[in-house]
């Protein structure tokens, strides 16, 4: 740790830069840094670089199995291109197509006989703020399910939360490949990313369930709940080892049935995800505490 003396001139406050670092890269008294105030009250400087631009992917395929394709265009979707454009040999079946549980999540893309293009893209600068729209959906879904049971409107908060699902993981691969603008540090991003697959696994198995299971589910509300409370302390001083303790055992309370049944198989599913979020947010308490 660098630790140096804060300097005053009048009301100005300022601290030196380490030479090394504008050295690595390449500031000089023309440069422009980008000054990030993280929640945790501290303050992130990065050098303003000139990227180069996303490129336009062009693709041309001899397939028809819609799930391979359905695979390519979420590729090209969360990666950072400008736009893509998809060439297909033969004329696909679209309504089959668009029945893919992943490209129902993806806006912007159109099809059109042979060919599937997307002419924009979406940025997103802030993956923490999704994430906790993950959990509002999550809850509603649940509370939805065990109060007053509404199919279309439980679904149309697991297509939600697939989308934004696909939109964190399309800021993790831009901060990782073009050192885009966002508030959260790389390894932030990848901890947001565990996440929330596993929040869009719980939903699933959630639909799944129906409103067979509400006392289970109403178990699992108070976990998310939980959840939600820890992740709004994530990057403050309140997130602490002790913290995670007592949510994993607050999970480790939920029931487990034997599974002799495929409801009983899913609620299985959802404490695994619960319990897989439990190691995720161990990992990340550790790493800040050697961070």
């Excluded at 009301?11 to 840094?33: D, H, Q």
């Excluded at 993806?106 to 599937?116: A, Y």
Aim: some cysteine; hydrophobic content about 40%.
């Amino acid at each position: 740790m660098d630790l140096r003396n804060v300097q005053r001139t009048g009301n100005m406050f300022y601290v030196y830069l380490p030479t090394a670092w504008c050295r690595k890269f390449g500031i000089t008294s023309a440069s422009e840094l980008r000054v990030t105030m993280q929640s945790d009250g501290s303050i992130m400087f990065s050098p303003v670089l000139a990227e180069p631009a996303p490129k336009h992917i062009d693709i041309t395929l001899d397939e028809k199995d819609l799930d391979v394709i359905n695979k390519i265009i979420v590729a090209c979707y969360i990666n950072p291109s400008s736009s893509f454009k998809i060439h297909l040999k033969e004329k696909l079946d679209q309504a089959k197509l668009l029945h893919q549980k992943k490209l129902v999540s993806i806006e912007l893309v159109e099809i059109d006989g042979k060919t599937i293009t997307c002419e924009s893209s979406v940025s997103i600068s802030d993956p923490e703020h999704l994430l906790k729209t993950i959990f509002s959906k999550v809850k509603n879904m649940l509370l939805v399910t065990t109060r007053s049971y509404n199919k279309e409107l439980i679904e149309r908060y697991e297509e939600e939360i697939d989308r934004n699902r696909l939109l964190i993981e399309k800021a993790v691969i831009n901060a990782l490949t073009f050192r885009v603008q966002s508030k959260a540090k790389m390894v932030h991003l990848y901890y947001i990313s565990q996440i929330t697959r596993e929040l869009e696994r719980m939903a699933d198995s959630i639909i799944l369930l129906g409103d067979k299971e509400t006392r289970f589910l109403s178990m699992v509300v108070e976990r998310i709940d939980a959840l939600r409370e820890i992740i709004d302390d994530v990057f403050t001083e309140r997130f602490t080892t002790k913290t995670v303790i007592g949510f994993s055992k607050l999970v480790s309370k939920l029931p487990e049935d034997r599974i002799t049944s495929i409801d009983a198989y899913n609620k299985r599913r959802i404490k695994d995800n619960l319990d897989n979020i439990c190691d995720v947010l161990m990992d990340w308490v550790i790493t800040n505490e050697v961070a």
